[in-house]
């Protein structure tokens, strides 16, 4: 799309589309919405049905601060050939979407980092392209990571960027863990992501942006407004582990749950117990929210169900009346049907109707999104609980490979203390075979007759 495209007034946005855009065209766009200094981007569509990661990236991407310094930076250096290529910025904001040619490197380069940082990635790289290559039929493998219908734009999203959204959502349980020891302005927690998503864009290519000197400012601003499921100001370390002991006491998992105050300290396992205790809150507040919107919906579908039966009424009583109006035409000699009134009729009963399925529409927008975050948040929970149970099937099939090594090594290789028994037994055994000669010897002599001494 170009940015003259971009420029006509009347132009609807997806706010998918707004994700893609490079920087001319986002500029394009945003030349088109300002209003005497300000951006109206009320015709942008599609938000509601973006992913929590993504409607984080597009408000990233509008960042109103940085938006005026993006249009000057255009005005001063755009040059209106049409043979000329956009240029980019030196300073584009890092959490802007990359060009689409930069997709795939920003999947491979966030699925190391996710698997550096202890994460366990729901497919492989030749997974995911199996995937991408018949979604519909092969979807099922990052169901626990999509957000819509694999055949919904959103969907299709969700799918080629799993890694990335993998490892911001990784990011995420990893401060919430420093958040809930009472650590939260740590700077051991910040640089192990700075250093994390250097080494990613790196690996993209993208040294300049790296070594602008924005880009450590703008990684800690994205660092700090990372969503968290904070505790309660008052609630201890010690609360905490109680509140995650609690979450996983249902799943029965044997191995033990050694949480540290310093999350460094921890072992792979006690991480992903806890990161699962993570999915499990966000589960929870979830459901907590669509609850609390039900009964505004069942209000809602009980006002439709109304207004819809009153249209029937409506309906059939312009129908009764539109018979007996053709009944006295015909007595009356009249020639046809009032169809003007008819077709009035009709039409105030479908304005009627539209109306009351927008209104329905409107009201239970909210706890129709709230309903679906929580059903896509149970198969996550349950994929990282299955993933829970393979670690510890894991762990045993380790611990039974090295206690079977051990025994191996002590029947092959003679204890200490075997040792020494066995020297004593060759002591024994060669004292044993000298004895003997000594007893013949001695008998040799004891057999001999004294002399007799001689008289004198």
Not at 158 to 164: A, E, L, M, N, Q
Not at 336 to 353: I, K, T, Y
Not at 395 to 416: F, G, I, T, V
Request: hydrophobic residues 35%; glycine residues 4%.
């Amino acid at each position: 799309m170009s940015v003259a495209e971009l420029e006509a007034e009347d132009h609807v946005v997806a706010s998918t589309d707004l994700l893609a855009y490079d920087e001319e065209q986002l500029v394009g766009y945003l030349k088109t919405r300002d209003r005497d200094g300000e951006f109206d981007v009320s015709n942008l569509t599609g938000v509601e049905s973006l992913s929590e990661s993504q409607r984080d990236e597009l408000a990233q991407r509008l960042r109103i601060d940085e938006l005026h310094a993006r249009l000057q930076h255009v005005a001063s250096t755009r040059d209106d050939s049409p043979d000329r290529a956009p240029s980019r910025l030196q300073t584009d904001s890092i959490v802007g979407t990359p060009p689409p040619t930069a997709v795939r490197d920003l999947e491979i380069m966030s699925l190391q980092e996710l698997v550096r940082d202890g994460g366990r990635p729901v497919c492989s790289i030749q997974q995911l392209s199996d995937i991408l290559a018949a979604p519909m039929a092969r979807y099922e493998a990052v169901l626990p990571w999509l957000s819509d219908f694999p055949d919904s734009e959103t969907g299709a999203g969700d799918i080629k960027t799993v890694f990335s959204r993998q490892f911001m959502r990784w990011s995420n349980f990893r401060k919430s863990q420093w958040d809930n020891r009472g650590l939260r302005d740590t700077e051991v927690a910040f640089s192990v992501f700075l250093e994390a998503s250097k080494r990613k864009y790196k690996g993209m290519g993208l040294n300049t942006m790296v070594s602008d000197p924005s880009f450590d400012e703008t990684l800690r601003r994205q660092w700090q407004h990372m969503p968290a499921f904070e505790p309660p100001e008052s609630q201890s370390f010690a609360a905490y582990q109680n509140a995650v002991k609690i979450r996983l006491t249902p799943y029965h998992f044997t191995s033990s749950l050694q949480l540290r105050k310093d999350p460094q300290k921890q072992t792979a396992w006690t991480d992903w117990l806890e990161y699962l205790s993570f999915e499990l809150r966000g589960l929870e507040i979830l459901t907590l929210t669509a609850e609390s919107l039900e009964t505004k919906y069942h209000r809602s579908m009980e006002k439709l169900l109304r207004a819809n039966q009153t249209i029937g009424n409506n309906a059939a009583s312009s129908s009764a009346a539109s018979d007996s109006i053709q009944t006295q035409q015909r007595h009356l000699g009249g020639k046809g049907v009032n169809m003007r009134q008819e077709l009035a009729a009709a039409q105030a009963d479908r304005d009627a109707s539209r109306k009351s399925i927008d209104d329905f529409t409107r009201e239970t927008g909210a706890y129709t999104r709230a309903h679906r975050a929580a059903f896509y948040q149970r198969h996550l929970v349950a994929w990282v609980a299955e993933e829970a149970r393979l670690m510890e099937t894991e762990m045993s099939a380790q611990s039974n490979l090295a206690k079977s090594k051990k025994r191996k090594q002590r029947d092959e290789e003679p204890s200490e203390s075997q040792s020494k028994r066995t020297n004593r037994g060759d002591r024994v055994r060669s004292a044993n075979s000298v004895a003997p000669s000594l007893g013949k010897l001695h008998l040799r002599r004891s057999t001999r007759q004294p002399k007799r001494p001689t008289t004198p």
